[in-house]
Each structure stands twice: as C-alpha cells, then as structure tokens.
C-alpha cells in the first residue's frame, strides 16, 4: 500500500463492488497528512459473529412485493414457496451487446440464430429499479453501521462528513452511460445523495478492470518487474463478466502512469458461467476489485483510456445523385427548409473505437439546426448522440429502407436550454430562393476518468454561453 501522506481535503470514501452473485464495500476515512487505509466492512446480518468475511450474496427476499431480507439473511427464504427471491439481477442492466453469449452451441446441436445469457427472471411485480434501490439501500445502512461502529468518534465524524461523501460505484468493462445513468438513480432513491445534481457531484464510476490494476499493483512487488515501457494485461474474473485490459507503463516517477493499449475487453466468462470448480479456482487466482476501487481513487495511476466504441451523431447530408449510398438510399429523401434535398442516417464519426482519450480530452463538435418558421421554444434542445458497436467501419446509421443498424443505438442525449438565443435568430436565404431559421450551436464532449461528460455551447450576442455538463442516459427500467 502506497505510504504517501493524503493531500486532498478531509472525506469519506466508499467503494461499492455490486456483483452478480456476491458484493463487497471498501471505504477510508482520508484527511491532509494521513495514510489512506482501505478497509472492507466485514459485518453484515446474518453472517455468524465470528465470520468476518467481507463478502455477501447478492440476494434480495420477497413476499407479496415486499422487501423481507438481503444479502447472507436472504438465502434462509431460497427454496422457499411463499417467497420470491432475485438473484443475478445485475444481468438485467447489461447491455444488449452482453447479452450475447460468449459460450459456442453445444457440439452436434442445430442452435441456430444469435445465442442469448439466461437470466432468471425478477420476483413477480418488481422491476430492476426497485431490486437495485433495495439492495445499495441495504449495503449503505450497513456500510454507516461499520463506520460508526469500528472508527474512533465515527458516528461525529459520518455525520461530519456525509454531505461531502464519495461514493464509487464499480462496474464491469462493458458498462456505460446508460447504465451508470441507472445506478445514480437507484441511488438516489437509496438515499445515498440527495439529488441528481448532488449524485453528478459526489457519485464516481470506476471500471471493475481499473479496480483491479490498482490493487495489484499496491498488494503486490511490482517495483521488482514494473518499467517505463513495459506492458502487463489485468484480467478481473467476476460473477457475470470477465474484463481484461492491456495496460503499458508510461513513467514510472515521480508518478507511476499508465495508459491503456487498446479498449477493454469484456466477456461472458464469470463465476456463473462455469462449473463450481473453475469458479473456485479463479478466485484464487486473479485479482480483486473491491478493495482496488477506493485504490483507484486516492491514486488514480491511469491516465488515459480508450474508448470502447465509436461515437456520432446521426447527419442529413445534400442528396447527391453520383453516390451509390445515397442512390440506395433515395426512398428517404426530404426537402430540408434550407430549401436542399436532403439524406438523413450518415454516421458523423466524434470518437473512433480505440482512441486514447486522457483526463484532458475535449473536443468541440459544429452542429446547424435549420427551420422553415423561426422557433418559438428551444427550451428542451437536444441533440442524440450515438454509439456503434461493429467491428467495421461504417458511415451510416441505417440501412437502405431507414432502420437503425443492429450494432447502433443511442448513447445519450444531451440537453440545454437555448431560449434566450431565440431574440437573435435571424432568417437566412436558402438554396432556390428558399428563407430559413438556423439555430447553430457545439456540442462539447469531453471524456475523463470513466465519466463521459457533453454540454451544449451557442453565442447570444457575440458572447459565448455554456448549458450544464450533463448526460441523459437512456431509460433501462
């Protein structure tokens, strides 16, 4: 463990690691001069006085819709007729592209079409939203209970302290703003923050892969084999998933740096996928994440990261009659109010798969709005940005007929208030002679830590003005 004095002002730090079939909570208590000391809450219900295991079944009980029991207590009602209980229920917030299985049809079988993950279903009349407040609800009360129990004057000091607490919720490799959406809000009505704003503020995401290489790096001798240049590969294998990142040595002082290689890997390989005897034997092996996410926090080695995925937006360019896409695609032509025939669905490209982005990246991105009559609201602008799975490139959002690819599909919309421009729009003269409003405006997206942030930016005037840095992730339940 890193024997540096804390610099940064006095807080706690809570690290929670919800898994598929166990979960874990790390935290520190950190101020100027101290020695961050992680430490794991190893009392929860249920467990036998003496256990002190850190670790708790990710279980929920219920009878009739109501909650009875979580974690270790939960398992007493398994089997039970009278009861429901959910298990696995982190499946349910993958991604569709994780839903996919990772595992080949059995030999000699006629499976045929794309092979799904089973996941059980949740107990009758409850959504995932209300599984996941449930359970961060339940580990956070126990969470204050430790604390206050096992530190020093801990119940002044919580209470000191919780307005300003951070919160760091681990996620799988595959995992974006959609679902990290999602948590905050389950959070939120966990009583965890106070707010959306205060979730924005106090709530950070940390990869369950980025966990791992900064607790291996601090329970292990990595100065014995740790240079500038060298490359060394993390791989976290969990309930569900199994995430692997190429990780290379940049500087090794003053400060250790890092950067990812090339975007993380994550596959449908975890504990629940194999037999109980590799699941054992994994464990054993490889690293640990909960503890790695508080880690992560204080020190927070790597510096850049690529992205998962390529992301745009989705343009209407000129119909042009000497390209082949555009010919293929003229059943979807309109008559835009710049007065030009007009394609919709090409894939304006922001981000490229892979490309290394660190805790300074920005880029600024021109975007027109045209409209036959001048607007009378702009209060609920927004803009839907795009994230494409594929392997190969593409330079549309969809096909001939004007679906949306398989492998596209929203990332997040971004929303302003851009009123007060409306008093200096002016008309403009289109092509044929054609009149025509515009509103012009950037979207600035920038892509720190495992956050990606985007905000809308317009002039009034000749003065610049910003909308807040948000992301609206999409509705998962």
């Known amino acids: 463990m890193d024997s540096q004095p804390y610099k940064g002002d006095e807080k706690i730090i809570i690290a929670i690691d919800l898994g598929t079939t166990h979960s874990a909570v790390s935290f520190t208590h950190a101020y100027p ?41 939960a398992r007493d009602y398994v089997g039970d007729e009278e009861y429901e209980v959910a298990k696995w229920f982190k499946l349910h917030l993958h991604p569709d592209s994780m839903k996919i299985s990772d595992a080949p049809p059995a030999y000699g079988s006629n499976e ?43 119940v002044a000091i919580w209470n000191r302290l919780k307005g300003d607490m951070v919160i760091i919720l681990a996620t799988p490799n595959g995992w974006d703003t959609a679902q990290q959406g999602f948590m905050k809000r389950a959070a939120k009505q966990a009583g965890m923050v106070n707010s959306d704003e205060d979730a924005d503020l106090r709530i950070e995401f940390v990869t369950e892969g980025e966990a791992s290489v900064h607790y291996a790096l601090a329970r292990t001798h990595s100065q014995t084999w740790l240079r500038k240049g060298a490359m060394f590969a993390v791989t976290d294998a969990g ?41 054992v034997m994994l464990k054993e092996k490889l690293k640990d994440s909960r503890e790695g996410a508080t880690i992560w926090y204080t020190k927070q080695l790597v510096v850049a990261r690529a992205s998962r995925y390529t992301i745009g937006i989705d343009v209407c360019p000129p119909y042009d009659a000497n390209n082949r896409d555009h010919v293929l695609r003229r059943s979807l032509i309109y008559n835009d109010a710049d007065g030009r025939q007009r394609i919709p669905g090409e894939f304006e490209i922001w981000i490229n798969k892979d490309f290394k982005m660190d805790q300074e990246f920005r880029k600024d991105y021109d975007c027109r709005n045209h409209y036959s009559t001048k607007p009378t609201s702009l209060a609920r602008f927004s803009v839907e940005v795009l994230a494409w799975e594929g392997e190969l490139a593409t330079k549309w959002t969809n096909d001939g007929s004007g679906a949306r690819l398989p492998r596209m599909r929203r990332l997040c919309i971004v929303q302003g208030d ?31 830590g495992t956050k990606l942030k985007a905000r809308l930016q317009w002039t009034e005037g000749g003065r610049t003005r910003e909308g807040p840095i948000q992301v609206v992730p999409d509705s998962l339940a």
């Open 112 to 154: 045929t079409g794309t092979p799904t993950i089973e996941i059980p279903p949740l107990p009758t009349g409850v959504n995932l939203t209300q599984v996941y407040v449930a359970f961060l609800q339940y580990m956070f009360t126990c969470t204050k209970t430790f604390f206050e129990t096992n530190t020093p004057n801990g």
């Open 418 to 448: 851009l009123s007060p421009l409306l008093p200096y729009l002016t008309q403009q003269n289109g092509f044929n002679g054609s009149k025509y409003w515009c509103v012009e405006y950037k979207v600035i997206i920038t892509f720190g």
């Open 33 to 73: 001069g101290s020695v961050v000391d992680v430490r794991m809450v190893t009392k929860w219900p249920g467990q036998p006085e003496a256990a002190g295991d850190s670790k708790i079944p990710t279980l929920v009980a219920y009878k009739n819709r109501a909650v009875v029991a979580c974690g270790a207590e």
């Open 239 to 279: 309930g569900s998933t199994v995430d692997s990142t190429l990780y290379e040595c940049k500087e090794v002082s003053p400060k250790l740096v890092l950067e990812e290689v090339c975007a993380s890997e994550c596959v449908q390989a975890g504990g629940v996928f194999v037999d109980r005897a590799a699941q």
